[in-house]
């Protein structure tokens, strides 16, 4: 069975920092895009990371540009978002996904992505 699995999500002051994991079960990370997306109450779900696993090339979205960082460790088939000097706006839930082949084609696009995990909340107060 095919399966994400996002974790790491909490409270958190502004300044501080969280890492959230995505680990993936079914299937291999290594042939894929692995994106993090973010949905704050009654907005649009948006992209802010990406990282294609077989290059190891990344993306960032402008508005988490030098505080997120995204990793990932292949032995383990997981993908990380470090994120440092959060902020209240970052307050979201964060969703991970895994999509064919690489983040040039799939980019941010919702519809291109083909697993998705769950969602974990991340709340950051000022």
């Known amino acids: 069975e095919v399966q994400l699995q996002a974790s790491g999500g909490g409270l958190v002051q502004a300044g501080g920092s969280l890492r959230l994991s995505c680990a993936a079960s079914?299937?291999?990370?290594?042939?894929?895009?692995v994106g993090w997306f973010r949905q704050a109450p009654g907005k649009e779900r948006e992209g802010v990371s990406c990282?294609?696993?077989?290059?190891?090339?990344?993306y960032d979205g402008d508005s988490v540009k030098g505080r997120f960082t995204i990793s990932s460790d292949n032995a383990k088939n997981t993908v990380y978002l470090q994120m440092n000097s959060l902020k209240p706006e970052d307050t979201a839930v964060y969703y991970c996904?895994?999509?064919?082949?690489?983040?040039?084609?799939?980019?941010?696009?919702?519809?291109?992505?083909?697993?998705w995990g769950q969602g974990t909340q991340v709340t950051v107060s000022s």
């Open positions: 996904a895994a999509g064919f082949p690489n983040c040039t084609v799939v980019g941010y696009q919702n519809t291109a992505y083909d697993y």
């Open positions: 990282l294609t696993s077989s290059d190891g090339l990344t």
């Open positions: 079914g299937f291999s990370f290594d042939d894929y895009a």
